[in-house]
């Protein structure tokens, strides 16, 4: 997939064009991604980086960044992405100001959006009024109670399978390895530490089963209690794996809650503990 940060960069059309910020590429996204696909030539996405409430002053919890957000959108057969930086002078322009500044100049002929998209100045532009200004459109009908605001709400709450069924794919944490305490490799469980950005959800702390590539993990998200720790980490155990990981960028899969955090009576039960998460992860069942 080609992707863009000017309009001379991705150059003109004919193209569909889907817009929307598609955080999290859920269920819903992916009906969008199916109707430009079906909907003519070049299917293209118009996106926004930073997500445009940040860029108004908003927090903002990220299901993914951008880096994820566009493999995914290439995986469902996207051919092409504008990344348009979300300035607050693309945020003050008014509709037919940002279809002349952003999609007349690609080769814009058909828009795909969701049935209540709405852009521009004030968030006043819709279908219907790109209709007026000359362009086809595909409305695509919403999903019920399937949103990027309900799916944050659950990967929250550590409802991973919940969040799992609306996303169509596991909830997903990612990050670079660094060095951390290296307990792990002490206790026979070395973990990969990841610095996570600051902008990206992570789901509510605990112990999960889930993966990473084909290797299944087991996940700590916390503070380690048992070392009476502070500060919150993302530590995975990856099953069956040996090598260096430092400085890698991992994308891991969280399949399913095991555990709360806690405290154990002394490091040969945490040991005992772990080990017992571990045959739990080998178990687990990708959702």
């Known amino acids: ?20 910020t598609f955080d ?29 409430r940040t860029a108004l002053g908003n927090r903002v919890d990220l299901l993914m960044p951008l ?23 693309v945020a003050g322009l008014g509709p037919a100001q940002f279809a002349d500044e952003f999609l007349r100049p690609i080769g814009t002929e058909t828009v795909v959006a969701g049935a209540d998209f709405h852009f521009g ?27 990027s605001t309900r799916i944050r709400e659950l990967v929250r709450e550590g409802d991973v399978p919940g969040a799992a069924a609306l996303l169509g794919r596991p909830v997903e ?22 610095d996570v950005r600051p902008d990206l959800l992570v789901p509510s702390n605990g112990i999960y089963a889930g993966a990473v590539g084909e290797n299944r993990a087991a996940v700590s ?3 380690n209690p048992h070392y009476g ?3 919150r980490r993302v530590e995975a155990f990856l099953l069956d794996f040996a090598g260096d990981l430092y400085g890698e960028r991992l994308v891991v899969e969280l399949w399913e809650r095991l555990r709360d955090e ?22 687990a069942t990708r959702p």
């Open 1 to 20: 997939m080609k992707v863009a940060r000017t309009r001379a960069e991705l150059g003109a059309g004919p193209r569909a064009v889907a817009l929307g």
């Open 24 to 52: 999290g590429v859920h269920l819903g996204h992916q009906r969008v991604i199916q109707t430009l696909l079906d909907a003519g030539p070049e299917p293209t996405v118009v996106t926004f980086d930073p997500h445009p």
């Open 67 to 89: 880096t994820r957000r566009l493999e995914l959108l290439g995986e469902l057969g996207v051919e092409a992405t504008l990344v348009v930086e979300f300035t607050l002078d």
């Open 121 to 147: 100045r004030a968030r006043k532009g819709d279908l219907g009024l790109l209709e007026s200004l000359g362009f086809a459109t595909r409305p695509v009908p919403l999903l019920e109670n399937v949103s």
């Open 173 to 194: 944490v990612e990050g670079i390895v660094v060095t951390g305490d290296a307990r792990g490799g002490t206790l026979g469980f070395p973990t990969a530490n990841l």
């Open 221 to 223: 998200i916390g503070t």
């Open 229 to 231: 720790g502070s500060e």
């Open 262 to 283: 806690q405290s154990f009576d002394s490091e040969q039960a945490l040991i005992d503990q772990i080990a017992l998460d571990v045959e739990r992860t080998r178990a």
